[in-house]
């Protein structure tokens, strides 16, 4: 393909930018009134220099990967992450490989500083990268009313008891205060998720005592109403009864959330909820094999009792040799490592779920 530039945003391009996505994922909307106001941490002047671009034949850009940098707290370790969101290309350059440029000098940046890549979505277009599903999530359906208990009632916001709670999650995104209260702001924006209703936050308690708290997503498919709940934290019982709450309060079908393997959550189900093992959302990445191991060192002492652990790259270009106390394997292919990390073939480490609130 002809040689062209990659540019890295700045905070005069954010408009632009995001008009372009609006174009691609929210084209019933008018430009520049979607994306940015669904993903404001994505779309904002700090994190401008992350939004990667090509500019077309006008000048104007033409296709872009836009990524954000996090912390993901996983018990005693954390590990630093870059999520590729709002990977879009106008469709008057389409199939001129600008995507897979911007991709491959995402990676090449970013490296260096981050172990992990997670990406939305699960085009052939990562996979080639190295790509691969991953994660163990059970998914939880109740469409059975049942009574609940506590004080329940949306409230959105209890910004400091949200964050305070979250952040005593065991495996979660490391967020300030202000990331947060962006974060719970935009699910009131338009088609958030991809649903023509707005989202809201119930909680169970009262302010600066919350037992618990969730954020619905009520959607629509076909003739009937269902919900989401794309983050919780608090008492695993109060979340429970917040799910309960909130089938009625909506008078909905069902209403679905996620949890991890060893969630106290799942020992409290009975009745007729319905269970599934999903894989979580999206593909993840090995960016930096030293890196992850040495951020991940924590973890492997206490949650999976290992003493000596180490990873040295081998002759071959994305080979790398890995030592786990007296096991010693040579790993082929950044998608051969992360499922090693990432899925039951391996070690199957824990993830947040990447559908939840940060999703991008």
Same mark, same amino acid.
Do not use: C
């Given at each position: 393909?002809?040689?062209?530039?990659?540019?890295?945003?700045?905070?005069?391009?954010?408009?632009?930018?995001?008009?372009?996505?609006?174009?691609?994922?929210?084209?019933?909307?008018?430009?520049?009134?979607?994306?940015?106001?669904?993903?404001?941490?994505?779309?904002?002047?700090?994190?401008?220099?992350?939004?990667?671009?090509?500019?077309?034949?006008?000048?104007?850009?033409?296709?872009?990967?836009?990524?954000?940098?996090?912390?993901?707290?996983?018990?005693?370790?954390?590990?630093?992450?870059?999520?590729?969101?709002?990977?879009?290309?106008?469709?008057?350059?389409?199939?001129?490989?600008?995507?897979?440029?911007?991709?491959?000098?995402?990676?090449?940046?970013?490296?260096?500083?981050?172990?992990?890549?997670? +990406?939305?979505?699960?085009?052939?277009?990562?996979?080639?990268?190295?790509?691969?599903?991953?994660?163990?999530?059970?998914?939880?359906?109740?469409?059975?009313?049942?009574?609940?208990?506590?004080?329940?009632?949306?409230?959105?916001?209890?910004?400091?008891?949200?964050?305070?709670?979250?952040?005593?999650?065991?495996?979660?995104?490391?967020?300030?205060?202000?990331?947060?209260?962006?974060?719970?702001?935009?699910?009131?924006?338009?088609?958030?998720?991809?649903?023509?209703?707005?989202?809201?936050?119930?909680?169970?308690?009262?302010?600066?005592?919350?037992?618990?708290?969730?954020?619905?997503?009520?959607?629509?498919?076909?003739?009937?109403?269902?919900?989401?709940?794309?983050?919780?934290?608090?008492?695993?019982?109060?979340?429970?009864?917040?799910?309960?709450?909130?089938?009625?309060?909506?008078?909905?079908?069902?209403?679905?959330?996620?949890?991890?393997?060893?969630?106290?959550?799942?020992?409290?189900?009975?009745?007729?909820?319905? +269970?599934?093992?999903?894989?979580?959302?999206?593909?993840?990445?090995?960016?930096?094999?030293?890196?992850?191991?040495?951020?991940?060192?924590?973890?492997?002492?206490?949650?999976?009792?290992?003493?000596?652990?180490?990873?040295?790259?081998?002759?071959?270009?994305?080979?790398?040799?890995?030592?786990?106390?007296?096991?010693?394997?040579?790993?082929?292919?950044?998608?051969?490592?992360?499922?090693?990390?990432?899925?039951?073939?391996?070690?199957?480490?824990?993830?947040?779920?990447?559908?939840?609130?940060?999703?991008?």
């Amino acid at each position: 393909m002809q040689r062209v530039r990659i540019e890295r945003g700045t905070q005069i391009d954010i408009d632009e930018l995001a008009k372009l996505a609006d174009r691609v994922f929210r084209p019933l909307l008018l430009p520049g009134t979607g994306m940015k106001r669904e993903f404001p941490l994505l779309f904002s002047p700090e994190n401008a220099s992350n939004l990667h671009y090509i500019r077309g034949d006008d000048n104007r850009p033409a296709s872009l990967v836009a990524v954000k940098p996090w912390r993901v707290r996983i018990y005693e370790s954390t590990v630093p992450v870059i999520a590729v969101g709002s990977v879009a290309t106008l469709p008057e350059y389409r199939n001129r490989g600008y995507a897979t440029e911007i991709l491959k000098k995402v990676i090449r940046i970013y490296r260096r500083t981050h172990a992990l890549m997670i +990406i939305s979505g699960n085009l052939d277009l990562y996979k080639r990268l190295g790509a691969v599903e991953f994660g163990t999530l059970y998914e939880i359906r109740i469409e059975k009313r049942e009574h609940w208990k506590g004080k329940i009632y949306p409230a959105d916001n209890f910004y400091e008891d949200f964050h305070n709670l979250y952040s005593m999650e065991d495996v979660r995104y490391e967020r300030s205060l202000s990331e947060t209260i962006a974060l719970i702001d935009a699910i009131k924006a338009p088609y958030y998720r991809g649903s023509s209703l707005k989202g809201e936050v119930f909680v169970d308690g009262e302010r600066e005592e919350l037992n618990a708290y969730a954020v619905v997503v009520p959607y629509y498919t076909k003739r009937s109403l269902n919900l989401r709940i794309i983050e919780y934290a608090g008492n695993r019982e109060g979340v429970l009864n917040i799910a309960r709450y909130v089938l009625e309060y909506y008078d909905a079908d069902s209403v679905t959330l996620r949890v991890q393997p060893n969630d106290s959550l799942l020992s409290m189900l009975h009745g007729d909820v319905k +269970i599934r093992k999903v894989n979580n959302q999206g593909l993840i990445l090995v960016l930096n094999p030293k890196l992850l191991i040495n951020s991940l060192r924590l973890f492997l002492r206490h949650r999976l009792k290992m003493n000596h652990f180490e990873a040295e790259p081998a002759e071959t270009s994305n080979s790398w040799h890995f030592r786990f106390d007296d096991i010693y394997m040579r790993l082929d292919g950044l998608d051969s490592i992360s499922r090693y990390f990432f899925t039951e073939e391996g070690l199957n480490i824990p993830f947040p779920d990447t559908e939840g609130l940060n999703f991008i």
